[in-house]
């Protein structure tokens, strides 16, 4: 493989970056939601209130996904199509399923039967109520279908593994409509405001819903609006490019507003903490999109090499997404909460994460990716 340009190294080092980060703040929720951070050597280190911030708003860490999802999708079909309203429905679509199904079909695979045999936090009473085996039907069906987070609307969290899902019937439910949209409006112009329009209904819906969590945070209104960003991104990046130096500016002003945002939490701001976050990350994609930002050749290598492990993680994040919450469910099964001690958190956290990696990358390399490939030689060929 041909290695890219330097300034093409730091805008995918960039995006794979961001996807990093995100991934790693969904897990640390996860694992603190678990387990708990605080009470461990990382609270000593860098204090409770501070470690607590860090790792109580994971949310905002799916809201990033939604926005780089949003941009990657749109730029791929403008690259493949030149316009939106040029798409093919079955490109799409086979390649969004060829990428989408294979790994979620073996996460289920190994979720349902342990499920089935009554394994705490792989079964459907994670909630108030124990439910019956016909439950994995509707449970199942919802997460392949993408309607889990409606499900969750009416059952609340059922599932200790399949809840984690509810982002998957989010992102693709978008995704079907969206190039439905597209050769309806064919028009940017027409898109871009239908964008806008989502942008706009997403704060007016969780202002609605602010006293019920799994609506304000899972429910399509209340997400959508992030994804909308994200190809709204897509289009002023098609359209106008930054000088490198207000690039750099923007970037900068861009990471520190997420940061803010990030730890001034959304228990407060649930409302318009959501709009903030998907906006400072797409200015720092559009920021990080344009020529070669302000640096030096050998600050931007250096760049490149010290987010290596990020960027390991983005390229990764959806098998992660998949089965770190299997991994974590593992470990439940044997370790309690309360039977940790304080110097214990720590490694465990440690291994969760090395865990939760090596699973990803087997997974992705030997399952996902080949059958990725063979899928899309049999159906778009």
Not at 249 to 263: E, K, N, R, S
Not at 344 to 360: D, E, G, H, K, Y
């Amino acid at each position: 493989m041909n290695s890219p340009a330097p300034h093409c190294d730091a805008r995918d080092a960039a995006i794979d970056s961001l996807r990093g980060i995100a991934i790693t703040l969904v897990l640390l929720l996860h694992f603190a939601l678990a387990f708990g951070v605080s009470d461990s050597v990382i609270g000593d280190l860098f204090g409770r209130p501070f470690t607590k911030a860090l790792v109580i708003s994971g949310n905002y860490g799916v809201t990033v996904f939604f926005v780089v999802s949003g941009f990657l999708i749109t730029t791929g079909l403008l690259a493949r199509h030149g316009e939106l309203s040029r798409l093919s429905l079955k490109q799409f679509y086979v390649a969004r399923s060829g990428r989408i199904l294979p790994p979620l079909l073996l996460a289920l695979a190994i979720i349902v039967p342990l499920g089935l045999a009554g394994l705490p936090f792989f079964d459907n009473s994670d909630g108030d109520a124990s439910r019956s085996a016909s439950f994995w039907w509707p449970a199942v069906g919802s997460v392949l279908t993408f309607w889990h987070n409606q499900l969750m609307q009416s059952a609340g969290y059922f599932n200790y593994c399949l809840n984690v899902y509810w982002s998957l019937s989010v992102e693709e439910v978008f995704y079907l409509a969206f190039p439905l949209l597209c050769l309806l409006l064919r028009r940017e112009a027409l898109i871009a405001a239908a964008c806008l329009l989502l942008v706009a209904l997403g704060p007016v819906f969780r202002a609605q819903h602010s006293d019920n969590e799994v609506a304000y945070l899972y429910a399509y209104p209340a997400c959508f609006d992030a994804i909308a960003f994200g190809c709204l991104c897509a289009l002023v990046c098609r359209r106008w490019t930054l000088p490198a130096r207000t690039a750099l500016l923007l970037a900068l002003v861009a990471a520190a507003l997420m940061a803010a945002v990030y730890f001034i939490g959304f228990d407060e701001h649930r409302v318009f903490g959501f709009t903030a976050m998907a906006l400072s990350a797409a200015l720092f994609i559009w920021a990080t999109r344009g020529p070669a930002l302000a640096f030096g050749a050998n600050l931007r290598r250096a760049l490149v090499v010290a987010t290596t492990p990020l960027r390991w993680l983005g390229r990764h994040s959806y098998e992660l997404y998949l089965f770190h919450v299997i991994v974590l469910a593992g470990m439940r099964q044997f370790v309690s909460r309360e039977s940790l001690h304080h110097d214990q958190r720590a490694p465990l956290l440690l291994a969760f994460v090395l865990t939760s990696a090596l699973l990803a990358a087997l997974v992705s390399r030997h399952f996902a990716e080949p059958i990725n490939r063979r899928w899309r030689l049999r159906w778009q060929a």
